[in-house]
């Protein structure tokens, strides 16, 4: 089955920098990633992924690259902001089932 | 439209005890999942149904079972409830027209067994 791991699994940066989030994967089958937010006490809610058509994709200050020879990608965050802090899970599958989570990175912006 | 909701929200279970949590969806969608939370681990995937009267094991699918009777409703069952069972559970669901891939989560089910 897929194994997916995420690196690092704390993360603390200043209001402004950018924040770098790694996951790899074992199944070279998987085409789906997504990438998840979740805040203390809430529901993992999506907020972005990428398909294994393109390379990289972008939405305002997140963007998330995709090396399928190397079976890794990334998520990155610009111009952080305090409620950026939260735990990111990155995930990967197959057509979009079956999801297979990264253990989390607890990303804190520090004011 | 409330999206994908479960109850109950919170439950405490004494070892041995048994307890069903409801999952809906509201979005038509065709697939539901069940996963658990645990610190430090991630989301795991207890079981998942591909339609309405169809059920799958996941990664973690041992002392739970499931049905999927309706499409809009899935329920997670605990027969025998013990410690390692207390977790945060959460339902998903996925894969409608124009939207194939993503999953929605609910609200989650916080689970404690003594």
């Known amino acids: 089955g897929e194994n997916v791991e995420q690196h690092p699994s704390t993360l603390s940066v200043q209001e402004g920098d950018s924040a770098v989030i790694k996951c790899t994967y074992s199944d070279s089958a998987s085409n789906y990633f997504p990438w998840y937010k979740q805040e203390l006490g809430k529901r993992p809610q999506l907020i972005i992924d990428i398909r294994s058509n393109v390379g990289e994709k972008k939405d305002q200050r997140i963007a998330v690259t995709l090396n399928k020879t190397a079976k890794h990608f990334s998520l990155h965050i610009t111009e952080t902001q305090p409620e950026d802090s939260a735990v990111y899970f990155c995930a990967a599958s197959e057509w979009g089932s079956r999801l297979t989570f990264g253990e989390g990175t607890q990303l804190t912006v520090n004011p | ?114």
């Open chain 2, 1 to 114: 439209n409330a999206g994908v909701t479960q109850t109950p929200k919170f439950r405490v279970l004494k070892t041995g005890q048994s307890m069903t949590l409801l999952c809906a969806q509201d979005m038509n969608h065709e697939y539901m999942y069940w996963y658990r939370q645990d610190p430090g681990m991630g989301l795991r995937l207890i079981h998942y149904s591909v339609g309405e009267g169809t059920t799958a094991k996941g990664e973690v699918p041992d002392g739970y079972n499931v049905s999927r009777l309706k499409k809009q409703n899935f329920l997670l069952g605990l027969e025998s409830a013990a410690p390692s069972q207390t977790s945060v559970y959460f339902c998903a669901s996925s894969y409608s027209a124009g939207k194939p891939y993503e999953q929605y989560f609910g609200p989650g089910t916080r689970l404690t067994v003594t």
